[in-house]
């Protein structure tokens, strides 16, 4: 893979030179002709994009971290980027058609969040994922952690944009939003499913609840982290995508039958992140010129009946 | 409290006697009364109690189980007992309320699984919680690990039952249930919602799928057993209580993606086990004669939206 890679962009540079010098121009004005031509020709590696995306992250690259290669190869050029929540079989099946090789995806694509593929060996869908990113040598890149690290946490921002609501971040305390005026639940319930195109959610609380702070807890997150802030900040709602049932919860339940008013609203995991996975599209474009970046929404697996 | 216990059940006896003695009856007719009065106003504690459920189930008691006392004593006097899934601020009120102070609680009451309370010490709800037991005595036992490991699964039978398939039960392959007849999906969804009382679930698959094998998940469930589940088994569908997102559900949605026919009904973990949970009531009953045994459903926190 390396080297068809290298002899490409080597055919490429030749195939330039060759085109200017025909034109007979002086080198004057060939020089500047040449750099905008490279750089509209510049090709890109996917350790290249990775590299470019770890620049802008405090304390990157980390020691630990799921955010690793799950397919595809480091070295492999990158013909065209995708970005997305869950890269699904639908997803990967939409990438191919799109022409593109390369997946940025924020969660596994393997069912488990440490990626593990010992135990899925006999699994039918998986064997059926892996043969589908082999035959179309699709990279798969893991943007989870660093994404949560950057300043500010991708995943965050991305949705606040969406809701209109980034104006009322604060870097100090990035997890606790607090609103300029108390908003009922009910109508935070309609903003969140309109601006994130959520058709259901789920709510432990009373929907005329006025809320102010709002604690951010997209995607998934600990249990214990969370009822700590519900202790912490005493907010009125806790905006989550995935929570456990016999954690927070109950927790909630518990404290709304003494009178506290912290609700939850529950968005669930693929459709609380994909505006972050969004936002990671349009972030990374300036960096790679030349490469056409797509965000494909995993989207939500659920009906609600 | 243990020579209270003991002092309460002496004075039954010797009011007993009395009571016998007074009404100056023969040995022959006095002694069967005396029998049958003792039966009735024979007192359990906490300890015997737990003792006579463990009689029912192979190989306990385990060396290793959640199923432990988290409030109250083993020698305390039962004076009632209520079963329920997750032992609620709401539903220890309603204990005490009912003259009750044993609950026999499938799930956690301190929001984790291990009922750890070290990182609760200066929660709000968890204070409260406390403070209420003990101003009430009231006994808090898990009935977990023990209630599955009952053969039948006491969770699994107790909604079977509810559900009008306890006749199709196979012991020999006791998460497999398999219908006589293929039945769609929304069928299945309106009779457990209508059968168990749930106001919503959530379900990932085609509603007009025909089910006829169905591997049963109430409660939580670890993913990677599920999902060797839908490998070795290839049921029509999962009947879930609450399953992760990341796991689970993606690897049924990028099934369905490569024609596998697995759906998933997402139930909810409270309600999904509280059959369960209701079913002990009625089991219990007779092995603890003069205790008055009351289910008080913990029912589902959640509203859909």
Known sequence: MKNTTKATLY??????ASVTGLAGISMA???????LAENLLQTFTVKRVIELILQEVPNAPFPTTVDQLRSGTMDQEVTGIVTTMFPTIEVIERTAKAGANFIIAHETPFYNNQDETDWLQEDDAYRYKIELLN???????RFHDYWHAHKPDGIIMGNLLKLGWEKYYDANSPRLLTLPEPTSLKSIVSRTKERLGIPNVRVVGNLDQPCRTIYLAFGYMDSRRQIAAIQQFKPDLILSGETREWETVERVRDGQQIGQKTSLLVLSHSVSE???MEYAAKWLQPKVPGIRITHIASANPFTFL
């Open 29 to 35: 004005t060939t020089l500047p002709t040449i750099a």
């Open 11 to 16: 055919g490429r540079r030749e195939f330039l």
């Open 274 to 276: 994909e505006a972050g």
């Open 135 to 141: 035959k179309h040598r699709i990279a798969i890149w």
